[in-house]
């Protein structure tokens, strides 16, 4: 654990949006979501349409911005989503990457590996590997 000490996903872009898997068993697989850093798409607030600017802050395991536990293929993966800025929303106002309001301004080049649902949410692996079962009557 002591080399994530020094860990910055700014140094590590090819891993954004990737499913990255542990090859340790019961070590949840994760996903780093900034596509502002990954793909450089401007975003909008849905509130105020004025742009959004990283924070440089991701979330974190406690506290109000909480990474998400999705299903995933045979293991669980956390989602750690970068925290955005609206400077029309104040200083302390935070947009979750993967909230839908951002996620639906994203261009179809940006691949979302990840579905968000009311009160679940998985990653596009296991959806598709569930409905190619349905599909072939598995
Ligand atoms: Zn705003």
Known sequence: MSQLKDFRIEDNKALL??????????????????????????????LHNSSLTRTGKMTTEKGRDQTRT???????????????????????SKHLAHDENITQQLPS????????FHRSA?????????????KSGK
């Open 109 to 116: 080049s940006v691949v979302i590996p990840f579905e968000i």
């Open 122 to 134: 998985a990653t596009k692996d296991l959806i598709e590997l569930i409905f190619g079962g349905i």
């Open 70 to 92: 999705i299903w995933h293929v045979g293991t669980n993966c956390i989602l750690v989503s970068a925290l955005y800025n609206c400077k029309m929303c104040g200083h302390d």
């Open 17 to 46: 949006g990737a499913i990255i898997k542990p090859r340790e068993p019961n070590v949840p697989a994760h996903i780093f979501w900034d596509p502002i850093l990954s793909d450089g798409v401007d975003l909008k607030c849905s």
